[in-house]
């Protein structure tokens, strides 16, 4: 894929953000994590490499929440409103987009449903989006891969 720049925001306004890079995974999420962090029934990323996160406005108003014991999971939000915003993956070398936080319009669409076997019983079955039982083994960068399962 090729470069591409989205900027997004927070709920309140307060926090602004732009990423450039390039966009290799579009995923619906539907681990444990995920659920609690979105409070739905998955969380819809999108996964950057060789990308750059500059913040606007609103840095100051940033607080991170890393998972104890997981390798990966964390997430990024805006102290006034709760809303989560991209951040830096450094083990992935990559950002992560929560999708919902975009304000431009994304030109590319969701690859598919991960984690599917850890859904709620209640979660959207409509689309005919692919769906892996977990992480999609062959289809994320050997990095992201590894033994942390719902480590989305």
Known sequence: MSQLTLKGSCLCGAVKYEVTGDPQRFYHCHCS???KSSGTGHATNILMTQATLAFSHG???????KLPGAERFSRQFCTEC???VAR???ALNAVVIP?????DHVPIKPQ?????DSRTDWTCDGDTLPRFPEGPSGLLPAIVQGPAAGDG
């Open 112 to 116: 598919g449903r991960i984690y599917w």
């Open 88 to 90: 830096v993956v450094p």
């Open 82 to 84: 709760g809303s989560p």
């Open 99 to 103: 999708a919902g936080s975009l304000d």
């Open 33 to 35: 994590r995920c659920r």
């Open 59 to 65: 840095e100051p108003r940033l607080k991170r929440f």
